[in-house]
């Protein structure tokens, strides 16, 4: 029996950029383009948030206008409804929209409580249904956070009750700063589908204590079918200490195309992607396939 496709998202364009300094607009667009050509089918471009707090992406609008849309999902991530209106006006597929779990950091990150955010999530939501376009929220710190620790599945509950009640019928579950294990990983996704079977459960993992590609398989084998991942392993939050990058897109498809679980990408064209973005960003990124090359490639002897 063939294994089930497994959809990758790539966050290069929001989550990888917001971290890096200014990249030219011409190279974030090449870049994506080329992540584009490769065959991913859904991609987080950019954000629409205001060009004070988050630099990097103030050219979001031009970038949404350049890339190449045909075969793929755009989706932008949006922190309030003047991002939403950006959003309908550039038509993008879908939108993004962030909450922490914890407290303290939804306070660094949007200066809210997490009801303020939920309240404010579904007045965006309402915005966007009527546009027809779907939202998707991201539950920052799901597995813990650097400031309040490791917590239990319950917190992680009462915020996505509290969503499903506006309507809300999609989450991402972001390990924010690397703290989760795969057990854990693995017990949350057991629980959170028995507690929501009809609600869409993806996973946005990074690599900050090298536990992420385990972190992945793990949800994986509890039934997760949807992967956040980054280009070359690059992205971070800007306001959590220590945070590092994503799972690196190109190791996860490498990972998931060794198993003979179906990906959309082409693997030689993610690994030239990394390397180009290698280039541009002119560091040693953190991927490893994009050193090393697939398992399945021969050496002279
Ligand atoms: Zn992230």
Known sequence: MENEKVILTDVTGRDGFQMEDWVETEDKVRIINEIIAAGVKRIEATSFVSPRAVPQLKDAKEVIKQINRENV????LIPNVRGA????????????????????HNRKNVNNTVDESIAGIAEINRLMQSGGKKVNVGLATTFGCPFEGLYEVDRVTEVINKLTAKGLNSFMLADTTGMANPLQVSSFVNSLKADFPDVGLSLHLHNTRGMGLANVLAGYEAGIRNFDASL??????????????????????????????PIDPDLNKLIAAARDLEQVLGYKLPGQVMKAGQSTDLHQV
């Open 73 to 76: 999902r755009v989706i932008t």
């Open 85 to 104: 209106e950006f959003a309908l006006e550039s038509d993008v597929d879908e939108v993004n929209v962030v909450v922490s779990v914890s407290e303290t």
């Open 232 to 261: 070359g392993g690059i992205g971070g939050c800007p306001f959590a200490p220590g945070a590092t990058g994503n799972v690196a897109l190109e190791d996860v498809a490498h990972m998931f195309d060794q198993m003979n679980i």
